[in-house]
């Protein structure tokens, strides 16, 4: 897909991911239309200075809650990447009825307003929290996504097609625990909840990427999901602090130990790729034809865990990863 002269509307713009996608677009764009959409007009005075106003980049203040804002956003648009969401753990728990307006229902106008405006392609943002949920947050996301792989459904008499993007816990992201350890070391001692837990870890600019072969690829109602590596806490803490005294503090509620990207249940009907697996709809009458005679078909029962991988960063990768 060519999108050299595209219109895209990235949700959730101003956010870590947001920005990565809007340097890569204006270095591989350049006549591309960008249409940053969020509610904060700080951090988008903040983006107009880093990327010194460029003429194709465009700031749109709204809310996902918003379907007409949404609306009016869409005019036009070729491409709409769904980053928006309330993603930390805690804020979903206390504040519920707010994580599913966002969440859910943010989703659910996304998808209606791009069917409605005939946008080509939707890239949904997705997290392995969503799988086997066990909190609220991974609850609402694993809805989403079944919001926007059954969106096809309605969109099946137009152009429009839909799909999303699932990773794990992305390098620096804003609330994530590197900044966390980084003010820590400061003070002469980290935390962890539980020396056990393991995660998946991908850079800001491999979930770009990942999005971009989503948009190209992508037929209607696949779940992409990358091959990445999974990391220690414990070799996370040392990398960041060599010797530095570590308490543990007890897991957090909503919290797992190991994170999951696929599950048995869904190996059934996923195809295995070199560069990650596509999940495949059980049940797309709308037709899905995407480019999948290069892959094969992953092995019954198979787990992607965090816990199991094959591909791990130690603290020396991780040390060099961070600088």
Known sequence: MDLSDATILLTGGTG??????VEYALRNWPRATVRVFSRDELKQYEMTERFGHADLLRFFIGDVRDRNRLVRAMQGADIVVHAAAMKQVPA???????AIQTNVIGVQNVVDAAIDAGVERVVALSTDKAVNPVNLYGATKLCAEKIVVQGNAYAARSRTRLSCVRYGNVVGSRGSVVPLFRRQREEGRLTVTDPRMTRFWITLEEAVDLVVFALNEGSGGEVFVPKI???RITDLAEA?????PVETIGIRPGEKIHE????ADESRHSIELERGFVIVPEHPWWGVDGPWTDGKPVEDGFVYSSETNDSWLGADELRELLT
Do not use: K, R, V
């Open 16 to 21: 870590s991911f947001g920005n990565a996608f």
């Open 92 to 98: 979903c728990e206390y504040n519920p009825f707010e």
């Open 229 to 231: 590596p999974s990391i």
């Open 240 to 244: 960041m602090a060599p010797g530095t």
């Open 260 to 263: 999951l990207l696929l599950t």
